[in-house]
């Protein structure tokens, strides 16, 4: 082997270049550590080979008698300083990769390209023995004059690098650039391609996003902000608004607890009072729904105390039970007369926070109609209860006990001052013997409302990764 090796250096060297390039392609892409291994074995074995057979990549081929010999010398030696700039890239590549994931992709073909550009530099000055002086005053006019014509795109990708070494935003961030909002999905050398709410791509130029305002969303902590801005008769008593509202905010599970949502008026005029509610959500992809529901929350809350837009629901003569009646469901088949007489037949109770409104597998007396105030839905899992939903004004409960004398699946407790309805059993058939509409609308409530109960109650909690050291290293 050694015998072969001294006679034929020169052919073993370029099989050894062509072993590296079928182990690169042949080894699957996620074997990073055997793939590089493998090259650096190469690389070791054809530094070994060339040096036993005389060539030293610092200095021209030894053969320059015979032409044939020294054009291959000279060859290899040039290859040398290639297969070293290529080894050490990859091994660059290898020790950034952890740190920086793929958003320091450019930074890492950045780095390649600069030592590709040093090693052709050096075969040149050593090998090829060519004036290296000359060659870089004229490389350096010819690059002013590539930059003076490439000015716009080498700002983005220089801006590019600065983006994937400072990182103020990573792939699959939500952010905002200069009020342009989607998900990261790509960082290359001239732009960042986001994926925008409305399912288009956005091509923002990286020097743009260095030079604008950049909102990210997705930090701290992946948490992400969600708030709405009701306008307000200036003639309304603020402090009766921030209650409604507050109480919007409290009507919904998707917030999260921590950090607090809050409201703050934002504008005042002589006719009307914006105000702000805010809050945090887990989920950009629950952004949309969860504002939807934040500003119907509202309007039912501050509909409920009193607050009105309109100068005819202003004007009507109608008491809270007969409003309420129109903004339930269940009860829109029902006549003007039905309406008007069994808002007579209504009863107001009051619940203070935290008290038990219905109990579990309790039977209720009564349809229990939510005028004002929060109520938490929770169902037995295992030993302990579980909340599976919230209701606000306009929402009814104890319908098991009006259609089949059964008894409450769920506990129904207060989570505000409450405002409620009692509509008498009794009273309430009567009208369901009379209108099959109203019987109808009631049983698919109390179906729709058990699967939504059984489906939460199969879900299975997500899994928590665990963060190691190593994970917490990666990250700094």
């Keep these: 082997m050694f015998l072969l090796i001294s006679n034929h250096p020169l052919i073993i060297g370029g099989v050894l270049m062509l072993a590296d390039l079928m182990c690169w392609q042949l080894l699957e892409p996620t074997r990073v550590k055997l793939r590089i291994g493998a090259r650096v074995l190469a690389f070791v074995l054809f530094s070994w080979v060339i040096i036993n057979a005389g060539i030293s990549p610092l200095q021209p081929a030894p053969w320059p008698d015979d032409t044939t010999l020294n054009l291959m010398g000279t060859l290899i030696a040039i290859a040398w300083w290639l297969f070293a700039s290529r080894t050490l890239s990859v091994i660059i590549s290898f020790v950034l990769m952890p740190r920086t994931g793929h958003t320091g992709r450019l930074l890492q073909d950045v780095m390649g390209a600069a030592i590709f550009l040093i090693a052709i530099v050096a075969a040149a000055a050593y090998v090829l023995q060519l004036p290296v002086k000359g060659l870089l005053a004229t490389s350096g006019a010819v690059a002013i004059i590539v930059g003076l014509a490439l000015q716009s795109t080498l700002s983005d990708v220089f801006s590019g690098i600065v983006l994937n070494t400072t990182k103020p935003y990573q792939l699959d961030d939500w952010i905002s650039i200069d009020g342009i909002e989607g998900k990261v999905v790509d960082i290359d050398w001239r732009a960042t391609h986001l994926m925008t709410a409305q399912g288009s791509m956005a091509v923002i130029p990286n020097s743009v996003a260095a030079k604008g305002k950049v909102l990210n969303f997705s930090r701290p902590n992946n948490v992400h902000g969600v708030s709405i801005t009701i306008a307000v008769p200036s003639s309304v008593r603020p402090r009766r608004v921030l209650d409604a509202l507050e109480k919007a905010l409290q009507g919904t599970r998707a917030l999260l607890a921590t950090p607090k949502p809050r409201i703050a008026v934002k504008t005042s005029t002589l006719e009307y009072v914006e105000y702000e509610a805010s809050g945090f959500i887990l989920s950009m992809d629950q952004k949309a729904e969860v504002r939807n529901l934040l500003f119907d929350l509202a309007h039912r809350h501050l509909e409920s105390s009193g607050v009105v837009w309109s100068s005819e629901a202003a004007n009507r003569p109608w008491t ?77 409960m104890g319908e098991e006990g009006i259609l089949s004398e059964g008894r409450s699946e769920a506990e129904f407790r207060s989570l505000s001052s409450c405002l409620m309805f009692q509509i008498d059993k009794d009273t309430l058939r009567t009208y369901l013997s009379q209108r099959n509409d109203l019987k109808v609308a009631l049983t698919k409530l109390q179906h729709y409302r058990q699967r939504a109960s059984q489906s939460l109650l199969m879900q299975k909690p997500a899994a928590v990764k665990k963060a190691g050291f190593l994970h917490w290293l990666h990250k700094r």
């Design 320 to 396: 809270r039970q007969r409003t309420l009646l129109e903004e339930v469901r269940i009860f829109r088949s029902l006549s003007e007369e039905d309406k008007d007489n069994l808002a007579q037949n209504m009863t107001p109770v009051e619940y203070a926070p935290d008290q038990v409104i219905l109990p579990l597998d309790g039977a209720s007396a009564f349809l229990l109609v939510i005028s004002a105030g929060v109520i938490s839905v929770s169902v037995r899992k295992g030993e302990s209860m579980f909340e599976v939903g919230r209701m606000g004004p306009g929402e009814i």
